[in-house]
């Protein structure tokens, strides 16, 4: 009897440190909705997937008018408050197009994350300016 309850114990034990050990990293993978309610929208939705150690990110772009046009899968980089972190709650990821850049720089916070997003264009005698815009997402 009593090495049974020794058993359940450490069982939970086991169970309740496998909880605890879970990164917070982890909480990106998946589709991601942009729920932004004010400003411009540069990301309409993204998908972080995981495979090994490679993360990556599929993002759609939104053009304002409820439409998205595919952006396609980049590298995403995960960051943490040092450079010893296991903890990596922060992603950066890049777009290289012929005629523009954009940068995200993503950061949970609870069940959303909140991306700023930086286009950044090639052709500096165009009219229109770069632009900055943070956009918060929900899951999916």
Known sequence: FLSAIGC????????????????PQEALVGEWANVTKEGPAIIA????????DDWSIEAWFSNGAGQ????????LSLLGDNQQAKSLPYGFATWDEKDHTIHIALRL????VVA???FILKDKSSKSSNLRTQEKFKKK
């Open 8 to 23: 359940l114990l450490a069982s939970t034990f086991v169970m309740a440190e496998d909880k605890k050990a879970s990164l």
């Open 45 to 52: 939705r993204f998908i972080v997937s995981k495979n090994g």
């Open 68 to 75: 998205e046009a595919p952006m396609g899968k980049v590298p």
């Open 109 to 112: 916070e609870k069940d959303e």
């Open 116 to 118: 700023e997003a930086f």
